[in-house]
């Protein structure tokens, strides 16, 4: 019996070496197909090794392991997705349009970095698809987040598991602790074309790009419709800094990405100086039509570390990074007539109807004038050919005209006096080339685009609420107030045009859902003009209140980063109308809350404390030093005076060193600082900033 039993364990012993072998067999072709580019097997060859494997594991089901290469699609369909908040934002990049702003960009580098040197860039082609986090920990893929807002996305763990060319498991014994790496995730036009004939032929929805397509497949709730969709990625750098070593250059790094297995875009290529990089654009701007895959312009990156750590970023936006964008597509077509659409804040914009026409894959039929003024400044008429440019996912634009279309069909477009929705007075304030329906929430226009707004996903995320359910709500007199969305019933959902029973009730869970939110989030939905999320989240962490809101002055809402004069006049002016705080109690009486918010102010460590930076900082710039400085509450000068709490030196600093000598203002170093910032953060409870 035990010699048995041995010979079981010995069995099983094999079968797992076997088992392993497979695995790393796999995984290296992976390698040497996705990184690589360069396979050494078939693809039948390929699929015997997992077809052994499958074999094997489905003898074997104890054997098998979630970084398995058989195991890409597992979990069951999801409810919904989970928030990730990004360790580190994750940032956008600057865009530039004409080689004047690539070579202001340049210029901005090399003042920063106090240099006349031609800087190193690595270029590389600014994929035209979604940004990904991928977090591994001991080597093995945890967690995948969309970018999001750049500080909270989705978790997409299990759909972008589904992606062959994303490793299940980091390729060799040294791989980091810990990595966040960022990338692109695209469909490429091959895959694009092959989905949308498919879902054609079905008669299912038909994807408007290759990146739509992307967006939407990352978005499945069930990994088993993202398994069919041909989704690819590039990654392009990292977020979390693993516990090695960071390499010195953006291009080491790309290369330490490559031999974890993770595949980059086999047209970086890193150049010095302004001029090359104009070269590279070129030859990217030529190839882009053969490319497999869209790109929408050049990424270029300082290839140096230090270099990059030095310029920091402003905003969330890299100082050491910026997207020379393709210029846009433009067509001819003719205007066949124009109306105008009322806005959320009753802005009226001209919109012309065009004969359609064919632009990437789109059939653009309307076309944005902006405004009256813009239409006096092209001279355009009804009837007119025109020149119609459509950028990515900005809404399409008349150019300018290219011939009066036979004078006796050229009609003259006119500012219309009266609302064409609710017909009140349409008002111009002088100098100012916005045209406004006066009509207020009275138009319905104007509140289908408040409610619309108040639903979308940045704001209450109430999914399933859409543009044309909100359409026949306020058509069918249902509603007339965001508030009277929390008191519809499932008959009246239900009875809606084209309402299926179940989704009527998944959009009476989701405004349950939406209940819950956050004072930010809230603020946000309201519609203030000139109030986005940046600044709603700037009020709320402010005022903490509601209450404290209400009653702000000018002066109080001007300390708020953010907000000048004009911002804080449209707050209040929002907060002066009865209707408004009506609206408000309704929304709070019907059961909308969210957490308390500490008040932080008044207690932030470097309340009353004035600093100075002067000289070059090694770690950081001083924009970021600033920064960091300014949320624990200090305030930072340019000069130094008696008043002067603190001077922070950099290298080479000069006279403002000196003064403060004089004056005998407390002087810190660059580590002196840091010390002093992170034990502030401790202390705080906040995360380093
Ligand atoms: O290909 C891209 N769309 C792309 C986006 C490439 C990059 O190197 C990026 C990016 C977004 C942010 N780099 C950053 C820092």
């Known amino acids: 019996m035990s010699v048995l039993l041995d010979e079981d364990k010995k069995n099983i012993e094999q079968i797992q070496k076997k088992i392993e072998t497979l695995r790393q067999q796999i995984n290296e072709h992976n390698y040497l197909y996705h990184v690589l580019d360069a396979p050494v097997i078939s693809d039948a060859e390929y699929d015997q090794l997992m077809q052994a494997l499958k074999n094997l594991e489905k003898q074997y089901p104890k054997l098998i392991t979630p970084d398995s290469p058989t195991q890409r699609v597992g979990a069951k369909p999801l409810k919904e997705f989970d928030q990730v908040t990004h360790e580190i934002p994750m940032g956008s990049l600057d865009n530039a349009?004409?080689?004047?702003?690539?070579?202001?960009?340049?210029?901005?580098?090399?003042?920063?970095?106090?240099?006349?040197?031609?800087?190193?860039?690595?270029?590389?082609p600014k994929m035209d698809g979604v940004a990904v986090s991928i977090r591994y920990e001991e080597g093995l893929?945890?967690?995948?987040?969309?970018?999001?807002?750049?500080?909270?996305?989705?978790?997409v763990t299990q759909n972008i598991r589904t992606i062959k060319m994303v490793p299940l498991r980091l390729r060799g014994k040294h791989s980091p602790k810990i990595l966040e790496v960022r990338g692109e995730v695209y469909m490429s036009k091959k895959g694009f074309a092959e989905l949308n004939k498919r879902a054609s032929e079905r008669g299912e929805k038909i994807f408007i790009n290759p990146r739509n397509a992307a967006a939407g497949s990352l978005r499945q709730l069930d990994p088993n419709i993202t398994k069919h969709r041909p989704l690819s990625i590039y990654f392009y750098g990292i977020g979390t800094k693993p516990n090695a070593e960071i390499p010195d250059t953006q291009t080491e790094l790309l290369n330490a990405l490559k031999n974890w297995g993770l595949p980059v875009c086999p047209y970086v290529k890193a150049v010095k100086g302004l001029v090359a990089c104009f070269d590279y654009y070129q030859s990217m701007a030529e190839k882009r039509k053969q490319l497999p895959y869209e790109i929408?312009?050049?990424?270029?990156?300082?290839?140096?570390?230090?270099?990059?750590?030095?310029?920091?970023?402003?905003?969330?936006?890299?100082?050491?990074?910026?997207?020379?964008?393709?210029?846009?597509?433009?067509?001819e077509t003719i205007i066949e007539s124009v109306e105008f659409q009322v806005g959320r804040t009753g802005a009226l914009t001209?919109?012309?109807?065009?004969?359609?026409?064919?632009?990437?894959?789109?059939?653009?039929?309307?076309?944005?004038?902006?405004?009256?003024?813009?239409?006096?400044?092209?001279?355009?008429?009804?009837?007119?050919?025109?020149?119609?440019?459509?950028?990515?996912?900005?809404?399409?634009?008349?150019?300018?005209?290219?011939?009066?279309?036979?004078?006796?069909?050229?009609?003259?477009?006119?500012?219309?006096?009266?609302?064409?929705?609710?017909?009140?007075?349409?008002?111009?304030?002088?100098?100012?080339?916005?045209a406004r329906c006066s009509g207020g929430l009275f138009c319905p226009a104007q509140r289908k685009e408040a409610m619309k707004h108040f639903a979308s996903?940045?704001?209450?995320?109430v999914e399933g609420l859409g543009d044309k359910i909100i359409d026949q709500l306020v058509d069918t007199e249902l509603v007339h107030s965001v508030a009277d969305l929390y008191s519809l019933t499932l008959t009246q959902l239900a009875n809606l045009d084209r309402m299926a029973d179940k989704s009527a009730q998944n959009i009476l869970d989701a405004l349950q859902k939406s209940k819950k939110t956050t004072l930010a989030r809230f603020l946000f939905s309201l519609g203030i003009r000139e109030v986005g999320e940046a600044t709603a989240k700037q009020l709320a962490n402010h005022f903490c209140e509601l209450p404290s809101l209400f009653s702000a002055t000018e002066e109080s809402l001007r300390t708020v980063p953010d907000v000048g004069p004009v911002v804080a006049g449209h707050i209040i002016a929002f907060f002066a109308e009865k209707h408004n705080h009506k609206i408000i109690e309704q929304l709070i009486a019907a059961g909308i809350h969210w957490p308390k918010i500490e008040k932080k102010s008044h207690d932030l460590p470097l309340i009353g404390k004035t600093f100075v930076l002067t000289g070059t900082l090694q770690k950081m710039s001083r924009e970021e030093a600033k920064e960091k400085l300014e949320n624990l509450g200090a305030k930072v000068a340019g000069s130094v005076s008696a008043k002067t709490s603190y001077v922070v030196v950099g290298e080479d600093a000069g006279s403002k060193l000196l003064k403060a000598k004089e004056l005998g203002v407390e002087i810190l170093d660059e580590e002196q600082f840091l010390e002093l910032v992170k034990l502030l953060c401790i202390k705080n409870k906040k995360t380093l900033v």
């Open 97 to 124: 349009f004409s080689e004047e702003e690539m070579a202001a960009f340049n210029k901005r580098v090399q003042n920063l970095l106090e240099t006349t040197e031609d800087i190193r860039y690595v270029c590389e």
């Open 296 to 331: 929408d312009g050049v990424v270029f990156k300082v290839d140096s570390q230090k270099y990059q750590t030095q310029l920091g970023a402003v905003s969330k936006r890299p100082r050491w990074a910026i997207a020379y964008k393709f210029p846009a597509e433009e067509v």
């Open 350 to 434: 001209p919109v012309a109807r065009l004969q359609p026409v064919f632009v990437h894959g789109v059939t653009i039929s309307n076309a944005t004038l902006h405004n009256m003024d813009e239409i006096h400044r092209k001279k355009v008429h009804i009837g007119d050919r025109v020149i119609v440019r459509r950028a990515g996912d900005v809404i399409p634009e008349v150019v300018r005209v290219i011939e009066h279309h036979g004078s006796k069909d050229i009609k003259e477009i006119h500012l219309p006096t009266h609302c064409p929705i609710c017909h009140s007075k349409v008002e111009q304030i002088e100098g100012e080339a916005v």
């Open 457 to 461: 996903r940045r704001a209450m995320d």
């Open 141 to 155: 893929l945890v967690r995948a987040a969309t970018r999001g807002d750049g500080e909270t996305g989705e978790d």
